[in-house]
């Protein structure tokens, strides 16, 4: 029909545009910026073809403690950090990789920390709208408001609520709430506790760790509820981040035995087969994703 009226040509004998705008007024609109709008969503198909790469791999966010560290967990990477200014906290972009071409079989089995297999060519050619502290900001406001719920039907309804109060989602950019959903793991109470000692957080000096490098390999230790203090999130935060079954975090935890995988905290919570349970019982699911903010 467009097209047909924009020739001048009459359509299905109800008239030309003349007949169509008869009795009309023009009214002020600015039209949409065809390139704005086009740029926007491809920036956004090529975050979300990167996080579909990524989503199969151990790609993980760890933080919460303050920007530049000092507070006794370890040392994360620079080159993949983001300091949000709103609370002064560092987050930091991972991959624990699956090392299988290094010769011992300690090593081949626990793998290594390094990051995300193309990760510095963002901000670069094709992927120079994208940047690290875009995947990291998207990732946190998604798992702040749905943990790890955020589906495709709760982005589309958070979406549509933002237009509603005429907030773009193309203008926020790849940062845009959800564009990434990488698993987080706040460990702010680790950083902020004065334990040393405490069992539950086993050696957490060693909880962040630089990258690797081919002179130094670097391997974290999560022992015990190290995101958000907590076992059950800390449970479903190691299975999102594909690591269920995993061994090599908590090789040296508590009472773990090279041959054992398991250990048992004072509390009766047990670490088997890569996940956390108490007694041995299932965990309760998740929450349902907030609804409203």
């Not at 990477?77 to 002064?88: H, I, K, L, T, V």
């Not at 626990?110 to 094709?126: A, C, N, Q, S």
């Not at 009766?268 to 309760?284: H, L, M, P, S, V």
Request: with cysteine; charged share 20%.
């Amino acid at each position: 029909m467009n097209n047909v009226l924009m020739k001048g040509d009459n359509f299905l004998n109800s008239g030309d545009i003349r007949s169509y705008l008869k009795g009309g007024r023009w009214v002020n609109f600015d039209g949409i910026d065809e390139t704005a709008t086009i740029d926007g969503m491809n920036t956004l198909l090529t975050g979300q073809a990167i996080y579909q790469l990524w989503r199969h791999q151990k790609v993980y966010i760890m933080g919460g403690g303050r920007c530049g560290d000092g507070q006794g967990i370890g040392s994360g990477p620079q080159e993949g950090a983001y300091c949000r200014e709103s609370d002064n906290t560092a987050w930091y972009l991972y991959h624990w990789e699956d090392y299988h071409s290094i010769k011992t079989a300690l090593d081949t089995q626990f793998g290594l920390v390094r990051h995300p297999h193309g990760m510095f060519e963002l901000g670069k050619g094709d992927y120079s709208a994208i940047h690290i502290t875009d995947v990291i900001k998207s990732s946190l406001q998604a798992y702040e408001v749905a943990a790890y719920n955020y589906t495709p039907k709760f982005a589309l309804d958070r979406a549509k609520s933002a237009m509603g109060r005429n907030i773009n989602p193309l203008k926020e950019g790849p940062s845009w709430e959800g564009t990434f959903t990488i698993p987080v793991c706040n460990i702010s109470q680790a950083a902020n506790s004065n334990l040393e000692d405490d069992p539950k957080c086993y050696e957490r000096s060693k909880i962040l760790k630089p990258y690797s490098t081919t002179r130094h390999e670097q391997r974290p230790w999560w022992c015990g509820p190290i995101c958000d203090g907590d076992l059950i999130k800390t449970k479903y935060w190691i299975e999102a981040a594909n690591m269920h079954g995993f061994k090599s975090f908590h090789h040296k935890c508590g009472h773990h035995d090279s041959h054992i995988e398991h250990f048992i905290t004072d509390d009766g919570y047990a670490f088997k087969d890569g996940t956390w349970c108490q007694n041995c019982q299932e965990a309760q699911p998740w929450p349902s994703p907030k609804q409203n903010g």
